[in-house]
């Protein structure tokens, strides 16, 4: 899936029936659904990627402790780009 692809279905109120379910946490983010996105997230925990999603998500909400915890069970570093570009990077990388 292409970023294009995800943005395009923003406007549904509801995540393509086809997505996966990372795929809807990260759609959910990237509607700013953070409660909807969190919650698929922790429905997830210990799998490397939605720990990564659910690191993210910590980050949007601006509370850096939690999400270095997240981060570092992702085995992922805490990135230094903007919110908007890590979140253009996890779509190309989960779509």
Do not use: C
Not at 12 to 34: M, R
Not at 46 to 74: I, P, Q, T
């Amino acid at each position: 899936m292409t970023i294009e692809d995800l943005k395009n279905t923003l406007n549904n109120t509801e995540p393509p029936s086809h997505f996966s379910d990372l795929q809807k946490g990260i759609w959910h983010a990237a509607k700013g659904d953070w409660d909807a996105a969190h919650n698929i997230a922790q429905a997830h925990e210990g799998s490397k990627d939605f720990d990564h999603l659910h690191a993210h998500l910590h980050r949007v909400e601006g509370d850096d402790w939690n999400a270095g915890y997240w981060y570092r069970r992702a085995g992922v570093a805490m990135p230094t780009k903007s919110l908007s570009d890590e979140l253009d990077e996890l779509i190309l990388q989960w779509g």
